[in-house]
């Protein structure tokens, strides 16, 4: 079994930073993709980016030129810098993967809050 461990959400003003991380704990792990997506009150899940094994990304318009997806394949590991965050940033942030190019996200975490006050 697989689990992802998101860490790094809390509460940073407009024009800000925070820095997102989701471990992956469990078996032997090497994903197609890992993306993150979020969840605002009141709004359906959203993508905010992905990145494949072999490091291609795709970013959501929203959050082209401020945040940046990386990822450590050796600890299975991906992370998300946001930068200049703004209120509408403000969500449940998750990570998720995919095993292959034909499947769906199959595992998700549990979330970190993100609030950005203005």
């Known amino acids: 079994q697989v689990q992802l461990v998101e860490s790094g959400g809390g509460l940073v003003q407009s024009g800000g930073s925070l820095r997102l991380s989701c471990a992956a704990a469990?078996?032997?792990?090497?994903?197609?993709?890992m993306g993150w997506f979020r969840q605002a009150p009141g709004k359906e899940r959203e993508v905010v980016a992905s990145i494949i094994r072999s490091g291609g990304t795709y970013y959501a318009d929203f959050v082209k030129g401020r945040f940046t997806i990386s990822r450590d394949n050796a600890k299975n590991t991906v992370y998300l810098q946001m930068n200049n965050l703004e209120p509408e940033d403000t969500a449940v942030y998750y990570c998720?993967?995919?095993?292959?190019?034909?499947?769906?996200?199959?595992?998700w975490g549990q979330g970190t809050q993100v609030f950005v006050s203005s």
């Open positions: 998720a993967a995919r095993m292959t190019d034909r499947t769906a996200y199959d595992y």
């Open positions: 469990g078996r032997t792990f090497s994903p197609y993709a």
